[in-house]
RNA sequence: GUCCCCGUAGCUUAAUGGAUAAAGCAGGACUCUUCUAAGGUCUUGAUGUAGGUUCGAUUCCUGCCGGGGACACCA
């Protein structure tokens, strides 16, 4: 309909002219309106032209300030009610990505150390982002990126040494308290790299799957599945080869090799890529890491995302890239989130300053009936609610309230819906696009129809954040409905409500599916 | 100091350059003998500041004020 009601305005007017064509902010302004009026100051021979050449579905056309303002027949709505029921599972998917390779690496988990809730929220924001792909049509990886050796590593082997409850804080904290420690872990490290302690070997390996195993469990509970998990142990080399290749990239200073990035961009700093112990750092060790991924799977793009700590890092190690790899560069994007804090600092926490996902899920699951699907879909509503790129302020108790934005909001929603259609089939209430609309369009209805276009649109601003309103939007606006008009009975009016609730949970589902929220059935 | 990001209601957040800036929480008033009250209805309340571009600026540009992050051998 946008593209129709575009070109018939570029027909009308003087070649060349911009304008636009949208859903107004609020639904008493039409369901379409465009600006064209007013750009071109011709409004009222634009009303008068629209009005003669009005097209299939559209009820009429009015002039309110200059704009132009589209209403949709009864007939369209009711047709997007069947449409929407028809596809099912598959309504709101499009395929602009198909051909389209895409890996998103996130996530990033550290064998050895705690699963955060820094982690939590990068895995939330990348399954919606790998979801986003795959519903815009792209075949999609998803990939982890994990640093399975370094001296993280080696404070854990440490602690595994002496028997701690918990060996990377130990390790980590006696490192920092102790001279003699910090050699011993040092040495560990050591070991670690060129493999010749036999006992040391054992317990990392033993370390590193028990770690990886625990991964696992927690990614089953958030919903992600990995197609490739990356090993710092199997960029390093790589990435070292590439630095040392490339002689006109880098340069050696203080003994170490480094890239000045700002003879590129004034806007960018020096980084280190080989310290001066012969050692990758991350940076080398991330463009082993894109060599790697291309080489396993051909991508036509590759996001990666982190937080947002590491900005300025990216965008040199991006620079760097351009110059040995500007073909993977090219399909190269970073995302960054925030940081997820707490709003009341009542948290428990064994393990000093972080705060481990588990221990979150399990503090939010005791205020939700012990639910575990209503607890995930909390802490993801939370998440993705704002645009990615800022911190998140968790409020433990509000995230999880009986009333107002939450996941919680959107689930019952969608549950109350599914007991609706449930009691109409125990009633055998009749097909329900066989029914009639009556009265006024309902907002409602002017919501449903919209929902492939918020998918469109949130993969193109990488803003999961879009589909989150728009449910929110969606849900009050059922919520609302269902308030005010009976759904169970017999006549044609209800058999129509009966078709939008069907349509409802059939875009609710979807939508919950696009954030990873689950979608259950019965609350 | 240099570079990057961010300032919207008391709080947490929305708003592809458009119309009366949209929600939730908190505060106030209602609403379950009817399909799930984890719900619904009404109500109080906001664009840091000074300019600029534009028919039109929360949005784009500049200065200032305030906050966060990065700045060589951690990631």
Known sequence: MKE????LIADFLPEGTRFVVEHPTNLAFGDYSTNAGIVSKKAVELLEY????????????????????????KEFFKKSLSEIIDKGREFGKNESLKGEKTIVEYTDANPF??????????????????????????????ASYQGDVGLHVAKAVWGIMHNEKDPYPAGAKAYEESEEIKKEIQDINRKIYDKSDPEINKLYEEGRKK?????????????????????????????????????????????????????????????????????????????????????KYSYTKSVVITGNEVNDYFRVL?????????????????????????????????????????????????????????AIGAIKYMILRSNIGGDIVFDIDKSVSTEGDSGVYLQY??????????????????????????????PIEK??????????????????????????????????????????????????????????KVVMKNGLNVLGIPAPERM
């Open 447 to 504: 919501l449903l129809y919209r929902f492939p276009e918020v998918v469109a649109r949130a993969l193109e601003d990488y803003a999961p954040h879009h589909i989150v309103t728009y449910l929110t939007e969606l849900a009050s606006s059922f919520n609302n409905f269902y308030a005010h008009e009976q759904v169970i009975g017999d006549s044609p009016e209800s058999n129509y409500r009966l078709a939008i609730v069907e349509a409802f």
């Open 4 to 7: 129709i009601l575009e070109r």
């Open 413 to 442: 929603a969608h549950a109350r819906a599914n007991s609706l259609l449930e009691k109409a089939k125990d009633l055998s209430q009749p097909s329900p696009w066989q029914g009639e609309g009556e009265g006024e369009v309902r």
């Open 211 to 295: 770690s990886l195993d625990g991964f696992l469990t927690i990614y089953r509970r958030l919903g992600t599945e990995f197609d490739y998990f990356f090993f710092e142990s199997e960029t390093a080399e790589i990435g070292k080869k590439i630095v040392l290749e490339n002689p006109g990239v880098f340069v050696e200073s203080q003994g170490a090799i480094v890239f000045n990035a700002a003879e590129h961009d004034s806007s960018l700093h020096t980084r280190v890529f080989i310290n001066s112990d012969g050692l990758p750092t991350y940076e080398a060790k991330e463009l082993g890491l894109a060599k790697v991924k291309a080489e």
């Open 50 to 73: 629209l009005e003669k050449n009005k097209p299939e579905g559209i009820e009429w056309v009015e002039n309110k300030n200059g704009f132009i303002n589209f209403y949709l027949t």
């Open 113 to 142: 150390k705690e699963f955060h809730i820094g982690h939590l929220m990068s895995n939330t924001v990348g399954e919606s982002i790998a979801r986003l792909f795959e519903w815009n049509g792209a075949e999609v990886k998803r």
């Open 318 to 374: 991006l620079q760097a890239m351009k110059l040995i790899f500007p073909e993977l560069a090219a399909r190269t994007k970073h995302l960054s989130h925030g940081m997820l804090r707490l709003f009341s600092g009542k948290m428990s926490s064994r393990t000093g300053d972080v705060i481990t996902a588990e221990s979150l899920i399990e503090e939010v699951k005791a205020k939700t009936m012990d639910n575990e699907q209503v």
